[in-house]
């Protein structure tokens, strides 16, 4: 059975900004870089389409929601402990 190949970001990004510039065909920036044609044009469309995102500061957004909602489910977990082991102790289930 064949692994999938992993490509790093800066690799992705190599590929999709010489697919942007638009200098060779699709055809041709995949042999340069063993990658099929296909996936350079997925690369190409996905950097495309995040581009606006880069200076609309909306990347950095995301992850501050991303973190404070993190922060927040841990919160609760501990709070949850709390309760578990308050109810525990007062039933008397631990010796």
Do not use: C
């Amino acid at each position: 059975m064949k692994s999938r190949k992993r490509y790093d970001s800066q690799f992705k990004a190599r590929v999709a900004l010489e697919a942007i510039q638009g200098h060779r065909t699709l055809a041709e920036i995949g042999s340069a870089y063993g990658v099929h044609p296909n996936q350079v044009g997925q690369w190409k469309k996905q950097a495309l389409k995040n581009l606006p995102s880069v200076f609309s500061g909306q990347q950095e957004r995301q992850q501050q929601d991303a973190e404070a909602l993190q922060s927040e489910l841990y919160r609760q977990i501990g709070q949850l402990k709390v309760e578990l082991e308050w109810l525990k102790k007062n039933s008397g289930l631990v010796g």
